[in-house]
């Protein structure tokens, strides 16, 4: 089995490289399973349907999440649609819209948000991660994809080294810088801090330096806008599982300047 994760996707830069040079990385590395971070594609926060119906015909089958879910409206509105591709993260408190994992081409796929330095007081991931292992015992899994999207390495690494062994793959989002410490831990599973963004990379993660800088400058909130021009960066790992013990065998990151 081999997953094909591609990083926080920004904006329409974002989705414009997507489109460009996915298939032709799918071509490469054939993949069993393609996914993506999704919490940025409009305009830098939120998805809509639209934007998800356009990845799709790029490649991109399933979709995890972050703090940015609930950014477009719309979008977010589809997030209890079971046939909708998109999860939430699976840690925000009983009641709220939408699911936190699903079974994708026999692959668990599960979105967590971390709890350092957010904005919102999420439930624990670790123990969320236990309860959700626990309910899928009984499944005939090939693999267990987490998508950590957290603040820190620190809690990161944490969570990756709490379920070394019993997931394939745990890997960050929402920092939007690739880390490339990319390894397999002890137990067999693969991990990275942060896969990194998929969009402009003249950016400040993303956004128009200048506008960035006033915030800084002058401590004044400023509406953020995606930067649009400059050179674009495609984001992303490979992974592949021992189709038997389910561990991972090699992990890759992709990353890519246009």
Known sequence: MKILFVGDIFGAPGRKITKELLPGLIEEHKPDLVLANPENLSHGNGFSSSNIKEMQQAGIEFFTNGNHAWGN?????????????????????PGVPGRGYEIVKGVLVISLIGRIFMKKDFDCPFRKMDEIL??????????????????????????????????????GTHTHVQTRDERILENGTAYITDVGM?????????????????????????????????????????????????????????????
């Open 73 to 93: 409206k719309e979008g977010a509105s589809k997030l209890d649609d079971p046939k909708f591709p998109v999860l939430r993260p699976a840690n925000y408190p």
């Open 134 to 171: 626990e309910e899928t015992k009984g499944e005939d899994l090939k693999g267990i994809f987490v998508d950590f999207h957290a603040e820190t390495t620190a809690e990161k690494y944490a969570l990756a080294f709490y379920l070394d062994g019993r997931v394939s793959a745990v890997v």
């Open 198 to 258: 998929t969009g402009p990379y003249d950016s400040v993660i993303g956004v128009k330096k200048e506008i960035v800088l006033e915030t800084f400058l002058s401590q004044v909130s400023q509406k953020f806008e995606p930067e649009t021009t400059g050179t674009m960066v495609f984001s992303a790992v490979v992974v592949t599982l021992d189709d038997k013990t389910k561990k991972a065998l090699n992990i890759d990151h992709v990353f890519k300047l246009q």
